[in-house]
């Protein structure tokens, strides 16, 4: 059974930094397109990163609203996607999901959400962001 695990998140002050993890098990990360999205309340959900080996060595898909705050990163060995945000800002607050993506959906060279049904998703962790 295909599953993604994501411990982590918590109560971050603004302008701190926070690394959130995601754990594979049921198939390997380094053969999968991994996404990272977020929810805030009453926003829907929107891509932040996606990165896959698909088509050759590992390439990272950005959504056009990231800038450079936003990293995401592989552990092949550890079997882990892990996205690391630098200078948090209240904004950020929201549920993080990780996702297992059949490829990244790119569109003029930006990551988007498309929701696949046979996706699989974390079970999201929650970042607060206040001072």
């Known amino acids: 059974q295909k599953q993604l695990v994501e411990p982590g998140g918590g109560f971050m002050k603004p302008g701190s930094s926070l690394r959130l993890s995601c754990s594979a098990s049921?198939?390997?990360?380094?053969?999968?397109?991994i996404g990272w999205s977020r929810q805030s309340p009453g926003q829907e959900r929107e891509g932040i990163a996606c990165s896959s080996n698909n088509d050759g060595p590992a390439t990272t898909y950005h959504a056009r609203f990231v800038k450079s705050r936003f990293t995401t990163t592989r552990n092949n060995a550890k079997n882990t996607v892990y996205l690391q945000i630098d200078t948090l800002k209240p904004d950020d607050t929201a549920v993080y999901y990780c996702?297992?993506?059949?490829?990244?959906?790119?569109?003029?060279?930006?990551?988007?959400?498309?929701?696949?049904?046979?996706?699989?998703w974390g079970q999201g962790t929650q970042v607060n962001v206040y001072s």
């Open positions: 049921g198939f390997r990360v380094d053969d999968s397109a």
């Open positions: 996702v297992r993506e059949e490829i990244c959906s790119v569109w003029d060279g930006n990551y988007f959400l498309d929701l696949r049904p046979d996706d699989v």
